[in-house]
């Protein structure tokens, strides 16, 4: 099978599995460690769901214990700044507690011992319970949703508002002052209904049935004091333009963002509102392409100012990109908001959510956080998964103490480079030609071709440098 079909399903897959997970494969009719020994009323759950798991401290870099921190260090100060302060970390709920590990070849491999195997209600809710216990294991205070991923879906639209309620109400009770959703968002791409798109289906009750989700999900975002608000067009794209008015399908996703941002203003919702760009998976071709695509989308229908953009590494790699160029283009833009924190497998071509561990890449990362200033109100959220053969409870905890020391370990190194200051007087040098009368006069806009023209009949054949790109990957090297 091609890489890319394979992708395909693999994805589909993935994302069916965020509404029927629990229901597929064959999980244990009863929960292991269950008090009482019956699977009764699903929100009966007595004791931890994590024992044995301690709270995850920083015990150092020479540290061997997998359940300890290595490299973050939540109230040191880096660079002016506490780290859980440039970090931000947050946990993705439907990749932690609806990911099954299920690919096109097989079904869910992950069977964990809180679930029940239904897709309930009350399941939800004790599922909701083992979220708020794992971030405070975890020393996380924020976490990111999908509507569907926390709450089922009713057989009417006001049946599944009326579920998600429910749900979110005790997800307020359990965040207590401390946590705190990083973003939430609307899940427009499982349901058959959006099969042609969502704010971009040819059919208007499509169009109307996702505002109204989007309406919700923004409600409860609000209510649970969430930062941030996401956009991710998941199936806003075409399989073939033969049957695809795309200038209208552009049209019509403009004008629901901008019905977006009217009902953000009404509500006083003061969250960012973030796109999150991805070149293609599920549809072939998927509007918010990238950074740049998405830029040029806001500016063209007069959104900029109203959107940030929310860049996940993974889908920058599928895009072409390097997560650190389209980090850079989003913060030039003055674009940047959010990361969907992971990372892709170079001998795969899908959007494979794994959990970052490439320190390189981290300290890539890193840089473009620091010039940015951070990332506030956005953060880090670890849109990461498990793998199919990782199936013990324990690795939940490993994956992410893995990608927070990665990123963690990603700040310390750009405090390196920026105090050896090498790296910056290299890029510094290579410009020094602008540094000049002449060049500051080209960068206000005041020279014209003509005198262009004449100094360079002056100055004759130009001597050229050396890039020096050896040396600075030396530095930056010696730096990780
Ligand atoms: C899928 C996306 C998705 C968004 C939220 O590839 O990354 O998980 O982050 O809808
Ligand atoms: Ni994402
Ligand atoms: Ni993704």
């Not at 994805?11 to 009863?30: E, H, R, Y």
Request: net charge negative; hydrophobic share 40%; charged share 25%.
């Amino acid at each position: 099978m091609k890489r890319m079909e394979l992708g395909k399903i693999l994805f589909l897959l993935i994302c069916s599995s965020l509404t029927i997970a629990g229901a597929v494969g064959a999980p244990p009719t009863c929960p292991a460690t269950d008090v009482g020994g019956e699977c009764g009323d699903a929100d009966d759950w007595k004791g931890e769901f994590f024992p044995g798991i301690p709270n995850i401290k920083y015990e150092g870099p020479s540290s061997k214990n997998p359940l300890a921190y290595k490299w973050y260090n939540a109230q040191e100060e880096i660079l002016g700044k506490k780290m859980k302060d440039w970090l931000r970390f947050s946990v993705a709920f439907w990749h932690t507690f609806r990911g099954t590990g299920g690919d096109p070849f097989g079904g869910a491999t992950k069977f964990w011992p809180w679930e029940d195997g239904t897709n309930s209600l009350a399941m939800a809710k004790r599922r909701m319970r083992a979220n708020f216990e794992f971030l405070k294991k975890l020393g996380v205070d924020r976490w990111c949703f999908h509507d569907r991923d926390i709450a089922p879906d009713g057989k009417t639209l006001e049946e599944s508002n009326a579920n998600l309620d429910e749900v979110v109400a005790l997800a307020k009770e359990l965040q207590g002052t401390e946590i705190r959703p990083l973003w939430g968002t609307a899940q427009l791409f499982v349901h058959p209904r959006y099969m042609h798109g969502a704010a971009t289906s040819p059919e208007v009750a499509v169009y109307a049935y996702a505002a109204a989700q989007v309406k919700k999900a923004m409600e409860v975002t609000h209510y649970l004091g969430g930062e941030n608000y996401v956009f991710w067009g998941g199936r806003e794209g075409y399989q073939t333009l033969l049957n695809t008015d795309m200038g209208r399908e552009l049209d019509h996703l403009a004008r629901f963002l901008e019905a977006a941002v009217a009902y953000k203003k009404k509500i006083g919702f003061n969250g960012t509102l973030l796109i999150e760009p991805k070149p293609q998976e599920p549809t072939k071709h998927q509007y918010d392409w990238d950074v740049a695509t998405t830029a040029n989308f806001l500016q063209k229908y007069g959104l900029f100012g109203e959107f940030k953009i929310n860049v996940e590494c993974n889908h920058a790699t599928l895009s072409g990109h390097s997560c650190h160029h389209e980090l850079e283009t989003a913060r030039l833009h003055g674009l940047l908001g959010n990361i969907d924190a992971n990372t892709g497998d170079p001998q795969i071509g899908w959007d494979t959510d794994q959990f970052l561990t490439d320190i390189g890449e981290a300290t890539m990362v890193m840089i473009s956080v620091v010039r940015n200033g951070g990332l506030a109100p956005g953060g880090f959220n670890f849109d990461a998964k498990l793998r199919r053969e990782s199936t013990d409870v324990e690795d939940l905890f490993i994956a992410h103490i893995g990608g927070m020391d990665t990123l963690a370990r990603g700040l310390r190194n750009v405090a390196k480079l920026i105090e050896d200051g090498s790296l910056n007087d290299l890029v510094k040098k290579r410009y020094e030609s602008f540094d000049t009368e002449f060049g500051a006069q080209i960068e206000a806009g005041k020279v014209d071709f003509e005198s262009l023209e004449k100094k360079a009949m002056a100055w004759g054949e130009p001597k050229v440098p050396s890039a020096k790109q050896e040396l600075a990957e030396m530095i930056f090297q010696s730096a990780l």
